[in-house]
């Protein structure tokens, strides 16, 4: 092959992608040798998901290329990427619920002796292949997806994610087979936030952020420090310092007290306070699990162990209406599920107004009017596409979110990633809402992840690492380096 | 042994009802025998072969609203046709009507996955189409219908208990689903009914394999429209009771409403149910609006009985 610059058997350059009007990628490349395990990494949002997704062939880059030794493999199925010799091994298991173990191989013309060496070799002999997959653990499903892997023999090994929500002693097994492929000749590209992980296996790290491929360096004691400046870039040296006096945490009983809080495989041990007027940060990578806190906290979800007092009465939320009743309002991530899309702003501003059961019957417009035309203005809101809100933009259908609240006059608002896509304008309006809000007496929980808002609207900050809170950090000390070592479970101590 | 009757738990669970159905029919009706079994037969083939294409696009995640019409058009396409024809010329004929509906229903499939709009208003807005044109082909019962294809359905076998129509609806249904559910394609319809991105990240050709199944539904509804004319001896251009009655019977039948699990057994079972309760209650003489409120409260009762039975075994 004359057009091989080198002897990658994965080689990814200048791969572009753009949804709308968000650049996902820029300009991003991957180079993999044969016997090499290389660590993908980039903090949150770097573009990091759209890169493995392009390399897997489910979604097809706008320009750039990729080739599997030495053949172009841009290709846009999934099915494709695997003749061409790459095989994923996703987050989510890729099996069919409804389909038992063996039908699934069968799906796939993955040999079943090799599938049955692996997953006795990653620690489940005992797996019965007749098991529907919707009945199986989590846990089971990483082993058997990873095990159909390796049995279908892949030049390439693609892994997301792979040991998020794995017990340890599955964690050391898979670790110890994914090194063993490479030491066979095979390649691996291992996307992992778990430096810890990198350090064990990883031959080399390339780092994303903001779209582009901005190092690939070998893997080699005290690299850490260096890749989580790679991961931030110019952004330690340009954040704003917008210093408030610092608060003195009070002493009274906290609005809101989690201890031991524990759901699921990925929150394991969460405990913090929040106090009145305080606006408490939560930094943590994906998947670490404040999506889990966060429900718990709303009622979505219950937890397995630990308690949630609020005003120092324990409490155990059943259904939202419970959490809502408590004082706790959640405005969740995605925007879409907390607004009806097709009615006016003000009618959404005015939903909650509305929920209690003894405003049933005839809508006093007068006062509704009043109060809806007051969180519109605190807001800035833009009306002028008023009548429906989906017309309107990221932000300012995010502005809704959060005014309905003020509207009716909130205790304990839990904020999920509220700034998520939206202009840089609107986000500080938001930070200012939220100050705001502390300012009257509310209490704010405030998950983002962008580190940098945690000095721009935040009091303190718990991280939260693996399911667990490694660290409280104060929003004066709480530049990006500081939060990102951290947040990578790096500088690791127990909360006071 | 044990798995195999958990996990067919409510295909037994209808045959059980069933058998105590046509017992009860006896009682109510002390002469119910043979003839009375094969004119319930022949009177729910039509009813089982459209519930056998549901379930089908069911299981592959889909529903088609436009069987019933396309069921019209095939009746009416082989009443056309074969007014006249001898029974050599019959034959081919025959086979265009069910490639007639295997290319209805590939049209139907295509539509869903090349326009990307969502398949009950895809299939809503062909069930019109498919109705103009079974109009068109002909405005009025009539035609006529070679005289074996009657008699295949017509009468029973050896010791008279099994009827003429059973055989016909097992041998087709096992010809052309038996080897579909033993190969990958099967797996694949599954598939895409369980977990469409899985299914996609596995490898499948999820748009293809949709198309396959609005195809299969398609040939069965043309196999339902032969055996409406097969029944009266003309074509039917108006659709006749079968798409609610279909989808009925699916539900009833344990083919989970968005797809990936059951089989065909139980939708034919439940389609013998529901036509065995409403002979019984024609039987009783009820009064037919009194009838139908019967027959959906029977519905909704064992579905929810079915899952509550679910859940229970969940948990012990």
């Given at each position: 092959?004359p057009d091989?610059?080198?002897?990658?058997?994965?080689?990814?350059?200048?791969v572009?992608?753009?949804?709308?009007?968000?650049?996902?990628?820029?300009?991003?490349?991957l180079q993999?040798?044969?016997?090499q395990?290389?660590?993908?990494?980039?903090a949150n949002?770097a573009?990091?998901?759209?890169f493995v997704k392009?390399l897997?062939?489910?979604l097809?880059?706008?320009?750039?290329?990729?080739?599997?030794?030495g053949r172009?493999s841009t290709?846009?199925n999934p099915?494709?990427?695997?003749r061409w010799?790459?095989?994923?091994?996703?987050?989510e298991?890729s099996?069919i619920?409804?389909?038992?173990?063996l039908?699934n191989l069968?799906?796939?013309?993955?040999p079943?002796d090799?599938?049955?060496?692996?997953?006795?070799?990653l620690g489940?002999p005992d797996?019965?292949?007749e098991?529907?997959?919707?009945?199986?653990?989590?846990?089971?499903?990483?082993?058997?997806?990873?095990a159909?892997a390796?049995?279908i023999?892949?030049?390439v090994?693609?892994?997301?994610?792979l040991?998020?929500?794995?017990p340890?002693?599955?964690?050391?097994?898979?670790?110890?087979?994914?090194?063993a492929?490479?030491?066979?000749g095979r390649?691996?590209i291992?996307v992992?936030h778990?430096?810890?992980?990198i350090?064990?296996i990883?031959d080399?790290?390339t780092?994303?952020?903001?779209?582009l491929?901005?190092?690939?360096v070998?893997i080699?004691p005290?690299i850490e420090?260096?890749i989580?400046?790679m991961?931030?870039g110019?952004a330690?040296?340009a954040?704003?310092?917008?210093d408030?006096?610092?608060k003195?945490v009070p002493?009274?009983?906290p609005?809101?007290?989690?201890?031991g809080?524990k759901?699921?495989?990925?929150?394991?041990d969460?405990?913090f306070?929040?106090h009145?007027?305080e606006v408490?940060?939560?930094v943590a990578?994906?998947g670490?699990?404040q999506?889990?806190?966060?429900?718990?906290?709303a009622?979505?979800r219950k937890a397995?162990?630990?308690?949630?007092?609020?005003?120092?009465t324990?409490?155990?939320f059943?259904?939202?209406a419970d959490a809502?009743?408590a004082?706790?309002?959640l405005v969740?991530?995605?925007r879409?599920h907390?607004?009806?899309?097709?009615?006016?702003v003000?009618?959404?501003?005015?939903?909650?107004?509305?929920?209690?059961?003894?405003?049933?019957g005839?809508?006093?417009m007068?006062?509704?009017?009043a109060?809806?035309g007051?969180a519109?203005?605190?807001l800035?809101?833009?009306?002028?596409?008023?009548g429906?809100?989906?017309?309107?933009?990221?932000g300012n259908?995010q502005?809704v979110?959060i005014?309905?609240?003020i509207?009716k006059?909130v205790?304990t608002?839990?904020?999920?990633?509220?700034t998520?896509?939206?202009d840089i304008r609107?986000k500080?309006?938001i930070?200012g809402?939220v100050r705001d809000?502390a300012?009257?007496?509310?209490?704010?929980l405030f998950?983002t992840?962008?580190?940098?808002?945690?000095?721009?609207?935040?009091?303190r900050a718990v991280?939260?690492f693996n399911?667990r809170?490694?660290?409280v950090i104060?929003?004066?000390d709480a530049?990006?380096?500081t939060?990102m070592?951290?947040a990578y479970?790096?500088t690791e101590?127990?909360?006071a | 042994?044990?798995?195999w009757?958990?996990?067919?738990?409510?295909?037994?669970?209808l045959?059980v009802l069933?058998a105590?159905?046509l017992?009860?029919?006896k009682?109510?009706?002390?002469d119910?025998g043979a003839s009375g079994?094969?004119?319930?037969?022949r009177?729910?083939l039509p009813f089982?072969l459209a519930?056998?294409?549901?379930?089908?696009?069911?299981i592959?995640?889909?529903?088609?609203?436009?069987?019933?019409?396309?069921?019209?058009v095939?009746?009416v396409?082989?009443?056309?046709?074969?007014?006249g024809?001898?029974?050599a010329q019959?034959?081919?004929?025959v086979?265009g009507?069910?490639l007639?509906?295997?290319?209805?229903g590939?049209?139907n499939?295509?539509?869903?996955?090349?326009?990307?709009?969502?398949?009950?208003?895809v299939t809503?807005?062909?069930?019109f189409?498919?109705?103009?044109?079974?109009?068109l082909?002909?405005?009025?019962p009539?035609?006529?219908?070679?005289?074996w294809?009657r008699?295949l359905?017509t009468?029973?076998?050896?010791?008279d208990?099994?009827?003429?129509a059973?055989?016909?609806l097992?041998?087709?249904?096992?010809?052309i689903?038996?080897?579909?559910?033993?190969?990958?394609l099967?797996?694949r319809?599954?598939?895409?009914?369980?977990?469409?991105l899985?299914?996609?990240r596995?490898?499948?050709?999820?748009?293809?394999?949709?198309?396959v199944a609005y195809?299969?539904?398609?040939?069965?509804?043309a196999?339902?429209g032969?055996?409406?004319?097969m029944?009266?001896?003309?074509g039917e251009?108006?659709?006749g009771?079968?798409?609610?009655?279909?989808?009925?019977?699916?539900?009833?039948?344990g083919?989970v409403?968005?797809?990936?699990?059951?089989?065909?057994?139980?939708?034919?079972l439940?389609?013998?149910?529901?036509?065995?309760v409403?002979?019984?209650?024609t039987?009783?003489?009820v009064?037919?609006n009194?009838?139908?409120i019967?027959?959906?409260?029977?519905m909704v009762a064992?579905?929810m009985?079915?899952?509550v039975?679910a859940?229970?075994?969940?948990?012990?």
């Amino acid at each position: 092959m004359p057009d091989v610059p080198s002897d990658a058997v994965l080689d990814a350059t200048g791969v572009a992608k753009r949804f709308g009007a968000v650049q996902a990628l820029k300009n991003a490349s991957l180079q993999v040798k044969a016997g090499q395990v290389v660590a993908l990494m980039g903090a949150n949002g770097a573009g990091k998901s759209t890169f493995v997704k392009i390399l897997t062939g489910v979604l097809k880059p706008d320009s750039g290329h990729v080739k599997i030794k030495g053949r172009d493999s841009t290709v846009a199925n999934p099915a494709g990427a695997r003749r061409w010799g790459l095989v994923p091994v996703y987050q989510e298991p890729s099996l069919i619920p409804d389909l038992s173990v063996l039908d699934n191989l069968r799906l796939g013309d993955t040999p079943v002796d090799p599938f049955r060496h692996w997953v006795s070799e990653l620690g489940l002999p005992d797996i019965d292949p007749e098991a529907l997959i919707r009945s199986l653990p989590l846990a089971s499903l990483r082993i058997v997806d990873l095990a159909r892997a390796l049995a279908i023999e892949p030049d390439v090994l693609l892994l997301d994610e792979l040991t998020a929500a794995l017990p340890t002693d599955l964690v050391d097994r898979v670790l110890k087979t994914v090194r063993a492929q490479a030491d066979a000749g095979r390649s691996v590209i291992y996307v992992s936030h778990r430096f810890n992980e990198i350090a064990a296996i990883c031959d080399r790290a390339t780092v994303l952020r903001d779209g582009l491929t901005v190092g690939d360096v070998a893997i080699e004691p005290g690299i850490e420090e260096r890749i989580v400046e790679m991961m931030l870039g110019g952004a330690v040296a340009a954040a704003v310092s917008e210093d408030r006096p610092a608060k003195t945490v009070p002493t009274t009983t906290p609005r809101l007290r989690v201890k031991g809080l524990k759901t699921g495989t990925r929150l394991t041990d969460v405990s913090f306070d929040l106090h009145k007027g305080e606006v408490l940060g939560v930094v943590a990578l994906e998947g670490q699990g404040q999506d889990e806190l966060f429900d718990v906290l709303a009622g979505n979800r219950k937890a397995s162990a630990g308690t949630v007092e609020v005003d120092g009465t324990p409490k155990t939320f059943h259904h939202p209406a419970d959490a809502i009743a408590a004082g706790l309002t959640l405005v969740p991530g995605d925007r879409a599920h907390a607004l009806l899309m097709s009615r006016s702003v003000r009618e959404n501003i005015a939903v909650p107004l509305l929920a209690r059961i003894k405003n049933w019957g005839a809508i006093r417009m007068g006062e509704e009017a009043a109060k809806v035309g007051q969180a519109i203005e605190t807001l800035q809101i833009d009306t002028r596409a008023q009548g429906e809100v989906r017309r309107l933009s990221g932000g300012n259908q995010q502005k809704v979110t959060i005014a309905r609240w003020i509207a009716k006059g909130v205790q304990t608002l839990l904020l999920f990633d509220p700034t998520r896509g939206i202009d840089i304008r609107t986000k500080r309006q938001i930070y200012g809402l939220v100050r705001d809000l502390a300012d009257e007496g509310a209490a704010v929980l405030f998950y983002t992840s962008e580190l940098a808002e945690i000095r721009l609207a935040c009091d303190r900050a718990v991280v939260i690492f693996n399911g667990r809170v490694v660290d409280v950090i104060d929003a004066k000390d709480a530049d990006e380096s500081t939060l990102m070592r951290a947040a990578y479970g790096l500088t690791e101590r127990a909360p006071a | 042994m044990t798995r195999w009757i958990e996990a067919n738990s409510w295909t037994l669970g209808l045959a059980v009802l069933l058998a105590a159905l046509l017992l009860m029919t006896k009682l109510i009706q002390p002469d119910f025998g043979a003839s009375g079994l094969e004119s319930l037969a022949r009177a729910a083939l039509p009813f089982a072969l459209a519930t056998v294409g549901m379930a089908i696009v069911v299981i592959a995640g889909g529903i088609d609203l436009s069987i019933a019409a396309m069921m019209a058009v095939a009746s009416v396409t082989g009443a056309v046709l074969m007014d006249g024809a001898t029974d050599a010329q019959s034959i081919p004929i025959v086979i265009g009507v069910l490639l007639l509906g295997l290319a209805m229903g590939a049209i139907n499939g295509t539509l869903i996955v090349v326009t990307r709009v969502p398949d009950i208003v895809v299939t809503l807005a062909m069930l019109f189409v498919w109705q103009g044109v079974a109009l068109l082909i002909l405005n009025a019962p009539g035609g006529g219908i070679a005289p074996w294809l009657r008699g295949l359905i017509t009468g029973s076998f050896g010791p008279d208990w099994l009827p003429r129509a059973i055989v016909f609806l097992a041998v087709v249904t096992a010809v052309i689903w038996l080897p579909i559910r033993r190969s990958k394609l099967g797996l694949r319809l599954y598939a895409i009914g369980s977990d469409p991105l899985a299914a996609f990240r596995s490898g499948v050709p999820v748009g293809q394999t949709r198309i396959v199944a609005y195809a299969l539904c398609g040939l069965f509804a043309a196999l339902g429209g032969l055996s409406v004319s097969m029944g009266t001896g003309i074509g039917e251009p108006i659709p006749g009771p079968y798409l609610l009655a279909s989808v009925a019977a699916v539900v009833l039948g344990g083919v989970v409403l968005g797809g990936g699990r059951g089989g065909l057994l139980g939708p034919i079972l439940a389609v013998l149910i529901l036509r065995t309760v409403r002979m019984d209650l024609t039987l009783l003489s009820v009064d037919p609006n009194v009838a139908a409120i019967i027959e959906g409260s029977i519905m909704v009762a064992v579905v929810m009985f079915g899952a509550v039975l679910a859940t229970r075994g969940r948990h012990a």
